[in-house]
């Protein structure tokens, strides 16, 4: 099973940047597509972004599509989540998932999770 760590969360005034880190550990990186999923407080967990395994593809939801790009280091076991223009609406735990095979939008085909990053964003 592979171990994610993520970080990079914090707080940041709307209009702002936020770039979140997910480093693997335990087993091989590469076979895993990996996504980026977010929970607000009171709401379920909810799909940002996946990567395929090599990082040809790449997937949003709607609500940050053009604002977030997500991107994966193979060599360093490190996928990433670039997050401009930062609206209110954005504040959550942030999570990365893995899942060996395609990546997915739905948070129960993916087989582990990091312990997630706090992202706040103030108005």
């Known amino acids: 099973q592979v171990q994610l760590v993520e970080s990079g969360g914090g707080l940041v005034q709307a209009g702002g940047s936020l770039r979140l880190s997910c480093a693997a550990a335990?087993?091989?990186?590469?076979?895993?597509?990996m996504g980026w999923f977010r929970q607000a407080p009171g709401k379920e967990r909810e799909f940002v972004a996946f990567i395929s395994q090599r990082g040809g593809s790449t997937y949003y939801a709607d609500s940050v599509k053009g604002r977030f790009a997500i991107s994966r280091d193979n060599a360093k076991n490190t996928v990433y989540l670039q997050m401009n223009s930062l609206k209110p609406e954005d504040t959550a735990v942030y999570y990365c998932g893995a899942r060996a095979g395609y990546g997915s939008a739905y948070a129960e085909d993916y087989n582990a999770w990091g312990q997630g990053t706090q992202v706040t964003v103030s108005s």
């Open positions: 335990g087993r091989t990186f590469s076979p895993y597509a």
